[in-house]
């Protein structure tokens, strides 16, 4: 495994979105007693009916309340998964994740060298998504049989050479240096560490640019890993308390190595009640990794003493 990407996305929030674009276009809420009643049964049959557009154009999608009689019937295509598709954004976050999963992969020009792209899993399925990553790949891709390439890539992997769960790159938190005029990086996690952790991979307090700051952000960096020697490439510094950080990478290096922003489409900020004043020390975080290889913060309002994040998930490590 050279490089992952995860995204939320899925089959089951798939099915949500398709429900309430089921309901809008019948003029139908779910603040109505009798739609909240049909919603379980309407977004098990609404999934029937995403799997049948794997096959055909269009479906039927029919639920009834045997208490009151009162029944949602409604026609779906796969024009509607499309447009639905379209108006959430799908297609440019599947892009964005292949895209961070070359970049993980450490290998330059990437894509070309990539020989093939095999879909797996229920959604690849779906015609809308074979057909963006066909316009991207061409050729290269292979979505035939999704569901059983899962099979089968279980039944040939060996136990014997599986590697432990280790995060394969650098991640790191960026922050303005207003003396240097650039950014600077301080690591928080280490390529090689293992997960979950046992405990508390980094701690660090930050504090307000401004006087009057009311949202702290967190931005997440990844630093691609191409060999275990790849850190010559990046300007060491040590501050003041003696911990050594990155600045900008040099002139010249390879695409790969530089810091990739991870949480821009999904920010982490965090709210300060009272505003933070420049140059105040605000939140400590705390960061841990969980089983699914998840970087976890715990944050802690130091004016206030009050926990506002406990072991939340920000993002999935590669």
Known sequence: ?????????????????????????NRLHESDPRVARLLPGLTN???????????????????????????????????????????????????????????????????????????????????????????????????NHPVDAIARGAAMADPETLE????????????????????????????????????????????GAYDGQEYLGIPLCEIGTLNQNHHG????????????QIAEPAQGIVAEMCPVLMNGPTPVLLHASPPAKKGEPRFELTFSLDRQGYLCLTARDLLSGILVKRDTQLFRLN
């Open 164 to 207: 432990p769960d280790r995060i394969r790159n650098d991640y790191a938190i960026r922050h303005w240096d207003p003396g240097a005029q650039e950014y600077r990086y301080r690591f928080i996690v280490r390529n090689g560490t293992r997960y979950p952790s046992a405990g508390q991979v980094a701690r660090i307090v930050i504090s």
């Open 233 to 244: 490439h990046i300007e060491l510094i040590s501050n003041k308390k003696g911990e050594v």
């Open 45 to 143: 049959d609404v999934g029937r009916a995403r799997e049948a557009l794997n096959l055909n154009s269009e479906a039927v999608v029919s639920v009834t309340d045997t208490g009151s009689g009162f029944s949602v019937t409604a026609k779906v295509t796969r024009d509607d998964i499309c447009r639905n598709f379209e108006e959430r954004g799908v297609f440019t976050a599947v892009n964005q994740a292949l895209d961070r999963a070359l970049s993980g992969a450490g290998i330059r020009d990437a894509e070309r060298k990539i020989e093939a792209l095999v879909m797996v899993g229920e959604c690849s399925a779906i015609p809308c998504v074979q057909e963006a990553l066909i316009a991207r790949w061409g050729s290269k891709v292979h979505c």
């Open 1 to 25: 495994m050279l490089g992952t990407a995860h995204d939320e996305r899925g089959g089951s929030l798939i099915d949500t979105w398709m429900v309430k674009d089921l309901l809008s276009r």
